[in-house]
């Protein structure tokens, strides 16, 4: 039973493209969510999905990221227009589904962002 | 003032020593989590628990919900221990994950 898959595992971008970064969840699992590692800092929600289902999206800046977790195939967390300051380490976890007991997260080995 | 903190921040042992590291949290939460980050590497679970204690081979986990803290002990610390230890919370009824940031160990052979 494979693990969360993530690609790319790096990503060099110039500002102002666009970086796509996708997330396989482990198999059998319906619950993905993104979190950010900037430098030097702690990981940080971003979004939370089920499949065909935005469930929260409150932690994903407003303007040029989105999310989607299409019924065939992976997550995907888009950035369009990169900026210097989206360089960072982008998570993904997976989960069979939410129990605030047992709601253990299963991460990726994690999708590095460098915008040049 | 961050909702969940860590200490030490950082930390250097002996190879041998007996390691822990502590996590306290103003959220109110029914479990927590320790996650294991090797330098540009994946992120592991080591464990979630939600009341006493919890082990797993020279690792040891224990949680006092009540006082909000939570620490995370290496029995017989190897170099192959170095590594990132992050713990996390999710609020009590919450999936969003609040995250320590870290603490980073190096342990000297």
């Known amino acids: 039973n494979a693990g969360v898959m993530q690609n790319p595992r790096h990503l060099v971008r110039r500002r102002g493209q666009e970086a796509r970064l996708r997330c396989s969840p482990m198999?059998?699992?319906?619950?993905v969510y993104w979190y950010r590692q900037l430098p030097e800092e702690g990981l940080k929600f971003m979004v939370y999905?089920?499949?065909?289902?935005?469930?929260?999206e409150s932690g994903m800046p407003k303007e040029r990221f989105s999310a989607e977790f299409p019924k065939e195939g992976p997550s995907i967390l888009r950035i369009q227009q990169v900026v210097r300051g989206d360089s960072a380490a982008y998570f993904c976890?997976?989960?069979?589904?939410?129990?605030?007991?047992?709601?253990?997260?299963?991460f990726g080995e994690g999708s590095r962002l460098t915008v040049l | 003032k961050n909702e969940v903190e860590q200490s030490p921040q950082n930390l250097t042992a002996q190879e041998g020593e007996f390691i822990t590291i502590n996590c306290s949290y103003s959220?109110?939460?029914?479990?927590l989590h320790w996650l294991q980050q090797h330098p540009g590497g994946g992120i592991v679970s080591l464990f979630m628990?939600?009341?006493g204690k919890k082990k797993h081979g020279r690792l040891i986990a224990t949680i006092n919900i009540q006082e909000k803290h939570s620490s995370l002990h290496i029995t017989a610390s190897h170099p192959r221990d170095s590594a990132v230890y992050i713990c996390?919370?999710?609020?009590?009824?919450?999936?969003?994950?609040?995250f320590g940031t870290g603490t980073r160990l190096k342990v000297l052979a």
């Open positions: 198999k059998g699992h319906s619950h």
């Open positions: 959220v109110g939460i029914s479990a």
């Open positions: 999905l089920q499949k065909e289902n935005i469930i929260d």
């Open positions: 996390a919370a999710p609020p009590s009824g919450t999936y969003k994950y609040i």
């Open positions: 628990l939600s009341s």
């Open positions: 976890a997976s989960s069979p589904y939410w129990d605030r007991n047992t709601g253990e997260l299963f």
